[in-house]
């Protein structure tokens, strides 16, 4: 009688799961050390051009002054386009359009510029990819433009926040005389200056305030060489800007003075701003001349609040 050989079952059991599992790793294996190499990654194409700034250097522009309107345009990226297509605009006239081929990572165009006035400069800086077979990614898009719009400045010292300088106010009357100098390294046309003044009553005088643009004579005003006003009814009790009109005024190179006062008696109540401290210029550059005292100018180590246009 044969007898029957017993064979373990091995039907759902735990060593037998894992039986199953180590042949599945083995024979993977097995495949892999015989399979296909991996493939490399395909080229990336990806990216980025943009309008990185519009600059001007000088930072601070100046009527009058020479001054350098800068387009810096960056790419960022594995790929290099092979060219890109740039277009600068002044308002509605073109500073450039052209095609840039194998651009580096950063690329700066130069404009020149000299203003006679104040007249704001709306620059517009357009980038877009001229590489034919590979486009810029649409996600990519939209730092392609860029414009920031330049003002000219006027000469001066007025500081960027009017309401939050700390000011004071000296008088400006028929016995007060303030002056401020101006040193001039460039010949310049004045056409207006401004003057920051109150009235210390509410009720303005109505008297005209005198500018005059005077040389200067051994550190103080000297030679009156034009001279404008400023409507004094104009001036009231809130602190504003007030221009005197000059005609085109054209003068060399050199220090000069901008003398304020009235030739009237009916002048109580104007004032001209003032920092405190010196923050403009050369220290010795404000005098005043009180005609109730004596008769001269006297330094005074601050700094009128000013514009010349
Ligand atoms: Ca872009």
Not at 2 to 26: D, T, Y
Not at 93 to 104: E, Q
Not at 228 to 234: D, H, M, R, V
Not at 281 to 296: Q, R, S, V
Request: net charge negative; hydrophobic share 35%; proline share 7%.
């Amino acid at each position: 009688m044969r007898r029957a050989i017993q064979v373990p079952s091995c039907q759902f059991s735990v060593p037998c799961i894992l039986l199953v599992l180590l042949f599945i790793s083995v024979s993977g294996c097995a495949q892999q050390a015989g399979g296909t190499p991996p493939q490399p990654a395909p080229p990336d194409y990806s990216y980025d051009l943009l309008i990185k700034d519009v600059s001007t250097l000088p930072q601070n522009v100046y009527i009058g002054d020479n001054y350098t309107v800068m387009v810096h345009v960056q790419r960022y990226g594995m790929y290099t386009p092979t060219a890109y297509r740039l277009r600068i605009f002044d308002s509605d006239r073109a500073l450039y359009d052209g095609i840039v081929s194998k651009p580096g990572l950063m690329e700066t165009f130069s404009f020149n510029y000299t203003d006679a006035d104040d007249a704001p400069h709306n620059i517009r800086a357009y980038v877009e990819s001229a590489d034919l077979l590979h486009s810029e990614p649409p996600l990519s898009l939209e730092n392609n433009f860029l414009q920031r719009t330049v003002h000219p400045q006027p000469l001066g010292y007025y500081g960027a926040c009017y309401d939050c300088m700390h000011l004071y106010y000296d008088a400006v009357s028929y016995s007060m005389r303030q002056a401020q100098s101006i040193n001039m390294t460039r010949p310049f046309t004045i056409r207006r200056i401004g003057l920051y003044l109150r009235s210390a009553t509410e009720a303005p005088c109505g008297a005209p305030v005198i500018v005059e643009i005077t040389r200067d004579n051994g550190g103080q005003p000297g030679e009156v060489i034009s001279s404008s006003s400023i409507n004094g009814a104009e001036v009231g009790h809130e602190p504003g800007w007030h221009f005197a009109q000059f005609q085109n005024l054209t003068l060399p190179a050199g220090k000069y003075w901008i003398v304020a006062r009235m030739d009237t008696t009916d002048s109580y109540g104007v004032q001209w701003a003032r920092s405190e401290g010196n923050p403009y210029g050369e220290m010795y550059d404000t005098m005043a001349m009180d005609l109730t005292d004596w008769p001269a100018w006297d330094y005074k180590l601050f700094d009128f609040v000013f514009q010349i246009y």
